[in-house]
């Protein structure tokens, strides 16, 4: 499962912490910087049929009869058929030939959300969900960008982009708490935390100061 030559990473954070902006960031960075190797950028939910799926269940077009959006099991389920798709599809092919992949999210998002939204006080939905993903491919580095919920919400707000399904506040604090002791639920992994305050530009040296910290 692991032989590969390239690298991979991921950023994680809360809903509107800038997971798409620092991804997009660093991409243009490392491409800049490294110009024989190959970059991808990719994203959870993958763009893949099952990917596609979730999106429209998180933006309230797929809803089980009643009209609500499916429970946390079903999306846990969801989310690891997708990440089993995305990284066999392509993220696998693309590290075998030595590129760098930089993942919008990853299973960090699954342990986070699906927990949270579990209301079980989290550490048997956590282990569960730990066990759907046991054979996702392991990240070389995950970046959380840690950012209060209100900040967050702040950002989305000047987004203007509807709601979507976990975008409630509480959730979102909960959520932050939960990147924040991240390691704890995942202690085989690299990951390093990050100030996602401040501009664009500020956050988006951290981001880089850890990678070249990582893999230097
Ligand atoms: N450092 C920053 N300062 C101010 N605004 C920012 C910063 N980083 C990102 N933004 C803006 O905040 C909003 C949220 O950022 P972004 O879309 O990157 O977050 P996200 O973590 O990808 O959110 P989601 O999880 O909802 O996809 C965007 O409108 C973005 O332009
Ligand atoms: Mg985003």
Do not use: C
């Not at 209301?119 to 569960?128: I, L, N």
């Amino acid at each position: 499962m692991d032989k590969r030559s390239g690298r991979f990473i991921v950023l994680e954070g809360i809903d509107g912490a800038g997971t798409t902006t620092q991804t997009a960031r660093l991409v243009e960075r490392l491409r800049a910087e490294t110009p024989k190797t190959p970059v991808k950028v990719t994203r959870e939910p993958s763009d893949g049929p099952i990917g596609s799926l979730v999106r429209q269940v998180l933006t309230g077009r797929i809803v089980i009869p009643g009209g609500r959006a499916p429970g946390w099991t079903t999306m846990a389920l969801l989310f690891a058929a997708d990440r089993m798709d995305h990284v066999e599809s392509e993220i696998e092919p693309f590290l075998a030939q030595g590129g760098v992949v930089v993942s919008d999210r990853y299973d960090a998002s699954s342990l986070a959300y699906q927990s949270v939204s579990s209301g079980r006080g989290g550490d048997a939905a956590v282990e569960w969900i730990r066990e759907l993903n046991k054979h996702a491919l392991r990240p070389d580095l995950t970046v959380v960008l840690d950012l209060p919920s209100e900040l967050a919400a702040a950002r989305r707000e000047v987004r203007g982009e509807a709601a979507q399904l976990y975008e409630q506040n509480e959730v979102q604090r909960a959520l932050a708490e939960f990147y924040r002791e991240l390691a704890r639920h995942m202690p085989n992994d690299r990951i390093v935390i990050v100030d996602g305050k401040g501009s664009v530009d500020d956050v988006h040296r951290r981001v880089y100061d850890a990678v070249v910290a990582r893999f230097s």
